[in-house]
């Protein structure tokens, strides 16, 4: 399987700051997703972010309030901007190997904004 | 847009009862995928279904994808402690904007009482 690293695990931000979530998948992963899943919820798939290229999103999430960033294959980043307590959730990135279809999940980010 | 269900929510059972989630999509899938989160977890992989009418089994845990490939069930056999967690399914289109993305089901909260 594959690993994926994410950082920070957690974290507690005051209204209207910004945080930005790194993903680290190893090598063998092709795509990258992040998700939301509000607590007791499911997930939600935020984007795909794309290496070297704008992600795509899908409905309700927008560029300005969800800037990622994929430099290389096995690096991403979420940016969480202008932060409302709406936001809280945790925060989820995976990967998935190419021809596989089955994604590798982060151990996510619970992001409280108070 | 394409939808996946699944029921129940909850489901509570005494230690050595049996357990079914059923997932069902509003349209034919390239593939249906199963994935555990334990509380405080993230979702791991459990199986993928490819074939119309296929059913793997994993110890005791028998997952059945449909005929029609819109529905898929996982039946875990004299459950344990150690079964407690969120069930989903997840479904996998080909082709279109759906290239790629799973859409998971909303989830079975599996509690096992010893």
């Known amino acids: 399987s594959a690993v994926i690293s994410q950082k920070p695990s957690r974290d507690i931000c005051q209204r209207g700051t910004s945080l930005t979530i790194q993903c680290q998948v190893d090598?063998?992963?092709?795509?990258m997703f992040w998700y939301r899943q509000q607590p007791g919820q499911s997930l939600t798939l935020i984007a795909t972010a794309n290496q070297g290229s704008e992600a795509t999103y899908e409905s309700g999430f927008v560029i300005d309030k969800f800037p990622i960033s994929r430099p290389n294959l096995t690096f991403s980043t979420l940016t969480v901007s202008n932060m409302s307590p709406e936001d809280s959730s945790i925060y989820l990135c995976s990967g998935e190997r190419g021809g596989i279809d089955t994604q590798y999940f982060g151990p996510g980010t619970r992001l409280t904004v108070l | 847009g394409q939808q996946v269900m699944q029921i129940p929510q909850y489901q509570h059972v005494q230690e050595g009862e049996d357990f079914t989630t059923y997932c069902n999509s509003s349209t034919t899938l390239s593939n249906i995928q199963w994935y555990k989160q334990r509380p405080g977890g993230h979702p791991v992989f459990l199986i993928q279904l490819v074939k119309s009418g296929e059913v793997k089994k994993q110890k005791r845990l028998t997952f059945q994808f449909g005929e029609a490939k819109k529905n898929s069930s996982l039946h875990i056999t004299a459950t344990q402690t150690t079964d407690v967690g969120t069930y989903f399914c997840a479904g996998l289109l080909t082709g279109g904007t759906s290239y790629g993305k799973l859409t998971f089901g909303q989830g079975t909260i599996l509690t096992v009482h010893p």
């Open positions: 090598s063998q992963v092709t795509m």
